[in-house]
């Protein structure tokens, strides 16, 4: 991960359960301590990695005849990414039925900044804000 950047699985406007008023919530991932009540396990692990969803798929290859690597593996619970995965996302960009997704993104604080601030009016008119929940901040910027 480059320097001034951060590792997140979700921004998530409009909240208000994270602290008063309108917030938007920023899911970090990276986090050493795995707690066993952890309400986001999708952050533990600071890498992006790719979730099928069983429901979605059509069954009709396209991710396993694009992979570079044959990394997708077809089982009666879905499909499986081998440890040959490389995490390139091709699989991602080309189902037809958005049934592979990643989980993660690195993000330059830049940017962050720039989306959170498109939320600016929702918080002064609520006396709401920024929360940072998932994994660890500390990790996600690598600073761990």
Not at 15 to 21: A, I
Not at 30 to 56: A, F, I
Not at 103 to 112: A, C, K, N, P, R
Request: aromatic fraction near 6%.
């Amino acid at each position: 991960m480059k320097r001034d950047t951060a590792m997140i699985f979700n921004i998530q406007t409009m909240s208000t359960e994270d602290g008063p008023g309108i917030r938007t919530t920023v899911f970090m991932k990276g986090c050493p301590l795995s707690c066993r009540w952890c309400q986001n396990p999708e952050g533990l692990s600071l890498k992006v990695h790719l979730v099928h969803d069983r429901l979605r798929c059509i069954g009709c290859g396209t991710c396993r005849e694009n992979c570079p690597r044959g990394a997708l593996l077809f089982t009666e619970k879905g499909i499986v990414f081998s440890p040959d995965c490389q995490g390139c996302l091709t699989c991602v960009g080309v189902c037809p039925a958005t049934a592979i997704r990643a989980i993660g993104e690195e993000i330059s604080v830049d940017e962050l900044l720039a989306r959170l601030l498109q939320d600016r009016p929702f918080y002064r008119n609520s006396g709401g804000g920024v929360t940072f929940s998932g994994g660890s901040a500390c990790c996600s910027t690598n600073s761990c």
